[in-house]
Every structure is written in structure tokens, then in C-alpha cells.
């Protein structure tokens, strides 16, 4: 006999619902595997699906002339990508990429659109991750603009240790390049000053993070900024 078990609710938005709003949304959403670099949604185009983050990351790309991008936010398991679409925009102006591998939960944006009208409690989890997503883009943009490439990748090192179940990540210096949008030769003089300072071991696309408190330490203000203002929002 096959068990009527529903797997665990990994993402926060979803694990808030009430029973019976859960199981009408769950009955709309696609489970999707993604990888690294899997491109969900181009920029410009007409949105047409909401991602719940179940595991890994999927990051937020501004496009820039001849074709470079640059990380303008992300989102894991506290929120969905897309969310924006969800509350009424008709055409999202950034490109919605897998930034590791994981699991997210794909909804067809007039559906989750749909249910939102049914359930209060789905739209104040939509809302209030738009505006902590919101708060986030906004503090990369000013941090990008004011502060070291060595204070921006050990703010976004804590952003994705965040997000991850590990202290271990799996990086390239290209992915990080485009992240934090300089160039590769930047990018390594960066790790290896966190790595000389005995913050971080990395070798062969292999970053394991080894004495958070020190790498808080290191990174600019805007890490602290945007975490609180999560923990507000989120809970």
C-alpha cells in the first residue's frame, strides 16, 4: 500500500500556511530539480512561473550591455523568486538563475495568483518576502557602489552559509565573478586574502567556511543591514 505521506515543508512561506491553504497550493506546484546555472526565467520576458525554494539557491541577474549580468539578489528556502510576478507584475526585468543545485517547488503564476485571493495568510507570506527581498536588492546595490570586493564576498559568503545546510560550498571563481560583478583576477586576490587570514579554505571549487565570526568580522555593514531587517520581516 503506498503511504498518503506528504514530504517535509522545506520552504518557510509554505510551512506558515494552514493545512487547508497548503494543500491547495501544493496541488498547483510542479516539483523542479534544478542545477547550477539553469536559467528559470529570461529577463524581459512575460513571467509566467513563481519558484518556492525548497533546497539550494537561485539568484536574481541584472543584464548589462554586451551581454554581462550581475547579482542583484537571491533567494533560498525563506522565500520564493519570482514573488514579484505573484503580486501583479506582468514582466520581471531580471533573469531568474539557478545559483547551485537544489529543489524548488514551480507554480504557474496566475494559479498561485489565484489562490492568493483564498488565502490570507499565502499573500502576507508573498508580501512580506517581497518587501525583505526588496530590502536586500536595494543594500546590494549601495554596497556594491561603496565598499572592497574582499567586505562584498565575505558579505555574500555569509549570505549563502546562510542558505546552505553546510559550511561547505561548491564555487567557482567564474560564478562568484558574475555574483559579485568583477573580474576573476579580483575574485581571487579576495579569496586568498580571507584564506591567509584563516577564514576560509578554498581549493578546486571548493570553499569551506571556517571561522564565521571572523568572516562577519571582515564583511561590510550591509550583511548585518539585511539580516536584521529578514529576521523583522520573516521571523
Not at 51 to 80: C, M, N
Not at 136 to 165: I, K, P
Request: charged share 20%.
Amino acid at each position: 500500500m503506498a503511504s498518503s505521506r506528504q514530504p517535509e515543508i522545506k520552504n518557510a512561506i509554505l510551512a506558515r500556511l494552514p493545512a487547508a491553504d497548503l494543500v491547495a497550493l501544493r496541488a498547483q506546484l510542479e516539483r523542479l530539480p534544478i542545477q547550477s546555472g539553469d536559467i528559470l526565467q529570461a529577463a524581459g520576458e512575460p513571467a509566467k512561473s513563481i519558484y518556492f525554494v525548497e533546497t539550494g539557491i537561485i539568484s536574481l541577474l541584472a543584464p548589462l550591455e554586451q551581454g554581462g549580468r550581475i547579482e542583484i539578489g537571491h533567494v533560498g528556502r525563506e522565500g520564493a523568486a519570482g514573488v514579484h510576478a505573484a503580486l501583479g507584475a506582468e514582466t520581471l526585468t531580471s533573469e531568474i538563475m539557478a545559483q547551485s543545485d537544489g529543489v524548488a517547488l514551480r507554480g504557474d503564476v496566475t494559479a498561485v495568483r489565484a489562490l492568493m485571493e483564498q488565502s490570507p495568510m499565502l499573500r502576507k507570506g508573498l508580501t512580506r518576502f517581497a518587501n525583505a527581498l526588496h530590502a536586500q536588492v536595494a543594500q546590494t546595490a549601495a554596497c556594491n557602489g561603496a565598499h572592497e570586493v574582499v567586505q562584498r564576498l565575505a558579505r555574500w559568503l555569509l549570505m549563502w552559509h546562510d542558505r546552505s545546510d553546510g559550511d561547505t560550498l561548491y564555487l567557482t571563481h567564474e560564478l562568484i565573478s558574475l555574483m559579485l560583478g568583477v573580474t576573476r583576477p579580483g575574485v581571487t586576490i579576495a579569496a586568498g586574502a580571507l584564506q591567509k587570514a584563516g577564514l576560509i579554505q578554498y581549493s578546486r571549487g571548493r570553499l569551506t567556511i571556517i571561522d564565521r565570526a571572523a568572516l562577519e568580522a571582515v564583511a561590510c555593514e550591509c550583511y548585518g543591514i539585511v539580516a536584521a531587517y529578514y529576521r523583522l520581516e520573516l521571523g
